[in-house]
Each structure stands twice: as structure tokens, then as C-alpha cells.
């Protein structure tokens, strides 16, 4: 492997396409140098978040951010909060009965629908989602604390263009 010191090599993952392109040079390694930054990232931020969320975990978070952003009375039916999480029917009696154990939603019959439930974040569950969010943001920040606003806005511009094509499948 090439020295650390090489100044063309600005990270790890440089220094990994370096080796691959000294015993691969017949191969076009250009996705390395995005998507394996983009996996070393969603490695920190799933530390980042874990440190932030505590003892609610990020499938706890998903859901009480959903029935936050849903706004008063912070209700959604099981199968919107599918919808915004993007998981099964199954997974999601599993969690909510998870946060109901924790007191952190309730669940009762929708008065609209007699076979339907609601389900509604309590001020527990608030108070949760809420610390959660602060300390998320607040070690999101640090991550991207070497970029401008402008370098921000324009990765955030990027990512979206790319993710939008695995959002259509």
C-alpha cells in the first residue's frame, strides 16, 4: 500500500482505489470514490444517531418522529406509520407494542373505522422524540462541521439526485 503521505491520497478510501487501481488498473473504480465514502459516512451516523437516540434505537425514533412531524393531535393510523417508516405490517405491531409498553404512544379504536386503531405519541413519548432530535442534530452538525453552508446545501443537492433513483424503485 502507498505512504499515508501521498498528497493525492486524501483519505482512506483514496488509499484504497490506489491498491485496487495498482491491482486492477482494467477496471473502473469512479463508484468506489462515492459510495464508499457514503458507507464510511452512514457508519459515523449510525454511531452518531445510537449516542443521540439512547435507549429508544433508531426503529423507536422512526416511528415517534413520524407521529411528531404528523402535528396535533400527533396521531397516525398503523398503516401511515408503515408508509412513513417503510417497514411491514408485522414489524410494526412489533414496535408498537415496544413503545406502548414504554409508554411512550397509546393505541385506541378510530372512531372512523371500527376494524382500525390511531395511534398517538404521549407527552412521554414527545419529551423522547424531542431530546432525540436535539442531540441528533447537534451531533450531525459536528460530523459536517468541515463543510461551508454552500458545500451543505450542495451535497445535499447531489445526495438527493442520486437517492431519488433508489426512492422510484
Same mark, same amino acid.
Given at each position: 500500500m502507498q505512504s499515508k503521505s501521498?498528497? /493525492?491520497? +486524501?483519505?482512506?478510501?483514496? =488509499? /484504497?482505489? *490506489? &491498491?485496487?487501481?495498482?491491482?486492477?488498473? #482494467?477496471?473502473? !473504480? @469512479?463508484? !468506489? *470514490?462515492? /459510495? @464508499?465514502?457514503?458507507? =464510511?459516512? *452512514?457508519?459515523?451516523?449510525?454511531? &452518531?444517531? +445510537? #449516542? &443521540?437516540? $439512547?435507549?429508544?434505537?433508531?426503529? $423507536?425514533? #422512526?416511528? !415517534? *418522529?413520524? !407521529?411528531?412531524?404528523? $402535528?396535533?393531535?400527533?396521531? /397516525? @393510523?398503523?398503516g401511515q406509520l408503515m408508509q412513513e417508516t417503510m417497514v411491514t405490517s408485522g414489524t410494526m405491531t412489533n414496535r408498537l407494542d415496544r413503545l406502548e409498553e414504554l409508554q411512550l404512544i397509546t393505541r385506541e379504536q378510530d372512531p372512523d373505522d371500527g376494524r382500525g386503531s390511531l395511534v398517538t405519541l404521549t407527552k412521554s413519548g414527545m419529551r423522547a422524540v424531542d431530546s432525540a432530535l436535539e442531540g441528533l442534530l447537534e451531533n450531525e452538525r459536528e460530523l459536517l462541521g468541515t463543510l461551508s453552508a454552500k458545500d451543505r446545501e450542495t451535497l445535499a443537492d447531489l445526495l438527493s439526485k442520486l437517492v431519488t433513483e433508489f426512492d422510484q424503485e
Open positions: 501521498n498528497p /493525492l491520497e +486524501r483519505d482512506e478510501v483514496d =488509499r /484504497l482505489i *490506489a &491498491a485496487w487501481k495498482r491491482e486492477r488498473p #482494467d477496471l473502473d !473504480l @469512479s463508484p !468506489l *470514490a462515492v /459510495l @464508499s465514502r457514503i458507507t =464510511r459516512i *452512514a457508519r459515523h451516523l449510525d454511531i &452518531a444517531r +445510537r #449516542d &443521540a437516540f $439512547g435507549d429508544l434505537e433508531n426503529w $423507536g425514533f #422512526d416511528v !415517534l *418522529a413520524a !407521529l411528531r412531524r404528523a $402535528g396535533e393531535p400527533h396521531q /397516525l @393510523s398503523p
